[in-house]
């Protein structure tokens, strides 16, 4: 299937054009240091991820190969504010096809490190953590769940023990990111 001018848009977004001012040339020497980040340069851009992600056939945004060449170009900003990222569901399909061996996935991950720690969390994992913190699910269960299970003679659901999840979040760090970082 040909692709329009109306389709190249939408995948692109609003922001089709790069300004100079946006690329920040230091950021692919900031991913390469990254363990599994390294050959981020040896991309080139031959499409072959893109062609076999699972995400990015049933997405209009998500595309691993520009996320690449977004990468190298030094689009920090516009990367890490961006839901896009999160799309990847670390399947490793790329990883396995890539000719250069680039590594994809772990890239990703980075991206996903980075963007964290520039506060950029979006709001469904701020809502999940935030839901391990306070009660030690990573959803709150509602009580007809509870109610539902014993009627079936289901036991009880294990309690959390929550003041232990509160000490080692604390110790990670893992808490304080809640408190601090933007939601995307
Ligand atoms: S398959 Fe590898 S070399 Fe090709 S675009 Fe994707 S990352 Fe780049
Ligand atoms: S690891 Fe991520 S980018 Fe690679 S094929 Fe799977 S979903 Fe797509």
Same mark, same amino acid.
């Given at each position: 299937?040909?692709?329009?001018?109306?389709?190249?848009?939408?995948?692109? +977004?609003?922001?089709?054009?790069?300004?100079?001012?946006?690329?920040?040339?230091?950021?692919?020497?900031?991913?390469?240091?990254? #363990?599994?980040?390294?050959?981020?340069?040896?991309?080139?851009?031959?499409?072959?991820?893109?062609?076999?992600?699972?995400?990015?056939?049933?997405?209009?945004?998500?595309?691993?190969?520009?996320?690449?060449?977004?990468?190298?170009?030094?689009?920090?900003?516009?990367?890490?504010?961006?839901?896009?990222?999160?799309?990847?569901?670390?399947?490793?399909?790329?990883?396995?096809?890539? #000719?250069?061996?680039? +590594?994809?996935?772990?890239?990703?991950?980075?991206?996903?490190?980075?963007?964290?720690?520039? +506060?950029?969390?979006?709001?469904?994992?701020?809502?999940?953590?935030?839901?391990?913190?306070?009660? +030690?699910?990573?959803?709150?269960? #509602?009580?007809?769940?509870?109610?539902?299970?014993?009627?079936?003679?289901?036991?009880?659901?294990?309690?959390?023990?929550?003041?232990?999840?509160?000490?080692?979040?604390?110790?990670?760090?893992?808490?304080?990111?809640?408190?601090?970082?933007?939601?995307?």
């Amino acid at each position: 299937m040909s692709e329009t001018k109306e389709t190249r848009e939408k995948e692109l +977004g609003e922001k089709a054009v790069i300004k100079v001012s946006e690329m920040d040339p230091r950021f692919k020497y900031e991913i390469r240091k990254i #363990p599994g980040a390294e050959k981020i340069m040896l991309c080139f851009q031959c499409g072959t991820c893109t062609a076999d992600c699972p995400i990015a056939r049933f997405s209009d945004s998500y595309r691993p190969r520009k996320l690449m060449r977004m990468t190298q170009l030094g689009l920090k900003d516009r990367i890490l504010s961006s839901d896009v990222i999160w799309l990847c569901a670390a399947c490793f399909t790329c990883v396995d096809h890539c #000719p250069q061996d680039v +590594g994809i996935a772990s890239i990703i991950r980075a991206l996903r490190n980075l963007a964290v720690d520039e +506060g950029f969390i979006p709001r469904v994992y701020k809502e999940l953590g935030s839901c391990v913190l306070k009660t +030690g699910y990573a959803y709150r269960i #509602p009580e007809l769940r509870h109610r539902k299970r014993e009627e079936q003679g289901l036991p009880p659901l294990p309690k959390a023990n929550v003041e232990s999840i509160a000490k080692l979040s604390d110790v990670t760090g893992f808490s304080k990111l809640f408190e601090e970082k933007k939601v995307a």
